[in-house]
């Protein structure tokens, strides 16, 4: 049998040779070109013919014989017998019969389409000032974690997260949220599309309703989406989340998505009688609400507005927080706090959905947050991010006028800004990136009917320093 081309050029120049042979005989057999029954010569036979070493041949017989494509008895090593093709198969296409797609509810996820990821240019919502991380603390933090690392931190973390790390969680909630919250009620997750995923999965069953704010924020909708539940959309105004009798008769959810202390994307505040009024909605309906608390520690003047959970006892509240903002997002860790009653089932549960990682960062985040450092440095971003929103928007009202509407701002990294009917924003948005800026449409953010025509402008990378010349660009988008 002649079978010089099995290493005849070209030949890979970043493959072993065995892993050559390997491949072509693979092929071969999987093609056609060595039928079924077929004879391969002896492996001291082929190495010869080849003028290769038998190990080389060796190899390649083996991982075949492994994977069944041939088989070797005491007559030697023949090609073995694959499944029969449909007839009217071409012997060398490998086409699958129907065409290769996503699942419904990710095709719906993906509508409409991601709008352009521009997290690196200014004005981009979300963006934490990186250069002011403390990079020394951390650091040091996360040799000590390396140090003294066991077979605990290198494995899966433990059910709800490092112990550590969740009684440190507790001490900062307790002292600078003013949540009495004990560490077993935390569950640490990897950041807060994870902490979505899990309670849209273990507090909903396949079908349930969930309520998301509109505007809001579209991430929430996507883990809601694939998790198989149905979102319908509840207005959101000048008070916060705004849902009618219509929607409580008509629509009765199984879970409500708020972010009532700084409204993504719009920045309004809920205001008390609401959130009352939405808990005692949620009472009435066996429905729970996630609090998404992710720009709470970034207040800009006051103290934070009281957070759902805990608001009223035996609240149906889960309340949702990250590092991503307050850190950074490549961090990932996040977690949820529960009511006390499902803390222990759903940790367990979660344990089983995730294997959770990052131990290492985890004992150093606790760490971290015990000496002190993470209060620290919320202190310094919170005065530094108030200068930097107080300096634009001086900018926006010297470019645009006194009367350029803005909202939100009293916490977290953006500002709205609102534009006349006449002019899109997502055509701004679209001659902005041209200038290099990453604002964002509001108009993004909402579903028909309600229509939102205003910017997104990020404000957390933003230095100072940089903030003129981007206003003056901003202004060249939107008046071109």
Excluded at 14 to 33: C, E, K, M, N, W
Excluded at 345 to 373: I, K
Excluded at 441 to 451: E, F, I, T
């Amino acid at each position: 049998m002649e079978l010089d081309w099995l290493l005849a050029p070209p030949l890979s120049e970043t493959l072993p040779r065995q892993r050559v042979l390997y491949l072509r005989l693979r092929d071969a057999i999987l093609s056609g070109r060595l039928a079924p029954g077929t004879r391969l010569p002896a492996s001291r036979g082929l190495a010869a013919s080849l003028k290769i070493a038998r190990n080389t041949v060796l190899f390649a017989y083996e991982q075949l014989v492994a994977e069944g494509c041939l088989e070797a008895d005491r007559q030697g090593t023949r090609v073995a017998a694959l499944p029969a093709r449909p007839a009217g198969r071409s012997a060398t296409a490998d086409v699958p019969t129907a065409p290769l797609r996503l699942s419904a509810r990710a095709a719906a996820a993906l509508q409409p389409a991601p709008g352009r990821e521009a997290e690196a240019l200014p004005f981009a919502p979300g963006v934490p000032d990186f250069g002011a991380f403390p990079f020394r603390s951390w650091r040091a933090c996360l040799e000590r974690a390396w140090r003294d690392a066991g077979w605990r931190q290198l494995g899966y973390a433990a059910h709800g997260g490092d112990p550590a790390l969740r009684q440190a969680l507790a001490d900062h909630l307790t002292t600078g949220r003013g949540l009495p919250v004990d560490p077993a009620q935390i569950v640490i997750t990897s950041g807060t599309q994870v902490a979505l995923d899990l309670c849209a999965r273990l507090l909903c069953d396949d079908g349930d309703t969930v309520w998301a704010e509109n505007p809001g924020y579209l991430a929430a909708r996507v883990a809601f989406g694939l998790a198989g539940l149905r979102v319908h959309d509840v207005p959101v105004d000048a008070e916060g989340l705004a849902p009618s009798e219509e929607d409580w008769r008509a629509y009765p959810p199984r879970l409500v998505m708020v972010t009532p202390s700084h409204q993504y994307p719009t920045g309004r505040v809920m205001t008390l009688p609401r959130r009352l009024a939405l808990i005692e909605g949620a009472r009435r309906t066996g429905a729970w609400i996630i609090e998404d608390d992710y720009d709470s520690e970034f207040r800009r003047a006051g103290p934070a507005p009281p957070a759902l959970f805990g608001l009223r006892p035996d609240a149906p509240v889960v309340y949702v927080g990250t590092f991503s903002k307050t850190l950074y997002p490549g961090l990932r860790l996040g977690y949820l706090v529960l009511p006390e009653p499902i803390a222990a089932d759903f940790a367990r549960a979660a344990a089983l959905a995730m294997r959770a990682g990052q131990g290492v960062e985890q004992r150093a985040l606790a760490d971290f947050m015990q000496r002190g450092h993470y209060t620290a440095h919320l202190r310094r971003m919170r005065v530094r991010y108030a200068a930097r929103q107080a300096a634009l928007r001086a900018a926006l009202r010297d470019a645009f006028g006194p009367g350029v509407e803005l909202s939100g701002g009293e916490a977290g990294l953006h500002l709205v800004m609102w534009l006349p009917p006449e002019v899109c924003d997502f055509e701004v948005v679209e001659r902005a990136a041209k200038l290099g800026l990453g604002v964002r449409a509001l108009g993004r953010y909402a579903r028909a009917p309600m229509r939102c025509n205003g910017l997104v402008l990020g404000y957390g990378n933003l230095d100072e320093g940089m903030i003129a010349e981007g206003v003056r660009r901003l202004k060249m988008a939107v008046s071109p």
